[in-house]
T-cell receptor
């Protein structure tokens, strides 16, 4: 079974600084998707960024980028120029490419932005 | 357009009561997922529908949990004889197809006393 691990329960960063959230996963599949979701206090889960495992290039979305290390099964999220609105729970998630389409989530990292 | 909606947003039940949680997916979305999120944890998969067919219910924790989507649109998650360990946020997500991005609703917070 696939597992996703986020080893940082909480992180904090100064506004305008850069922060990196860590995620590791375990799978025997060669092709799959990885995601970072943001969950603000309103609870609505929002997709931040996604990475296809068969793509070597790291995904980027504006201030958000990932460092995908397939051999190490590592998938970290870098947030540049942190803003107060970035404060939320961040979840790393895995999904198979074929077959069952359910998301497997990590335990989450609570990100605090200090003004 | 409207996103995924869930009702009620909050539900308090006495232990032993039955509850029904509703999910309205984005119109036209074929796939619908239910997840359970315990306090301070990541969501965990419960069940998955493609149209009205329940294709995966491997995550349902016991036979007290039952989900349906009779017309391939609205879905209901029913929990019978609720227990304290059922207290959690129940998230619903829908996607255009099973392999597309999942859009989440705001969740229903269930508290069992």
């Amino acid at each position: 079974a696939q597992t996703v691990t986020q080893s940082q329960p909480e992180m904090s960063v100064q506004e305008a600084e850069t922060v990196t959230l860590s995620c590791t996963y375990d799978t025997s599949e060669s092709d799959y998707y990885l995601f970072w979701y943001k969950q603000p206090p309103s609870r609505q889960m929002i997709l931040v960024i996604r990475q296809e495992a068969y793509k070597q290039q790291n995904a980027t979305e504006n201030r958000f980028s990932v460092n995908f290390q397939k051999a190490a099964k590592s998938f970290s999220l870098k947030i540049s120029d942190s803003q107060l609105g970035d404060a939320a729970m961040y979840f790393c998630a895995y999904r198979k490419l074929q077959g069952a389409q359910k998301l497997v989530f990590g335990q989450g990292t609570r990100l605090t932005i200090n003004p | 357009g409207a996103g995924v909606s869930q009702s009620p947003r909050y539900k308090v039940a006495k232990r032993g009561q039955d509850v029904a949680l509703r999910c309205d997916p984005i119109s036209g979305h074929v796939s619908l997922f239910w997840y359970q999120q315990a306090l301070g944890q990541g969501p965990e998969f419960l069940t998955y529908f493609q149209n009205e067919a329940q294709l995966d219910k491997s995550g349902l924790p016991s036979d007290r949990f039952f989900a349906e989507r009779p017309e391939g649109s609205v879905s209901t998650l029913k929990i019978q004889r609720t227990q304290q360990e059922d207290s959690a946020v129940y998230l619903c997500a829908s996607s255009a197809q099973s392999y597309n991005e999942q859009f989440f609703g705001p969740g229903t917070r269930l508290t069992v006393l």
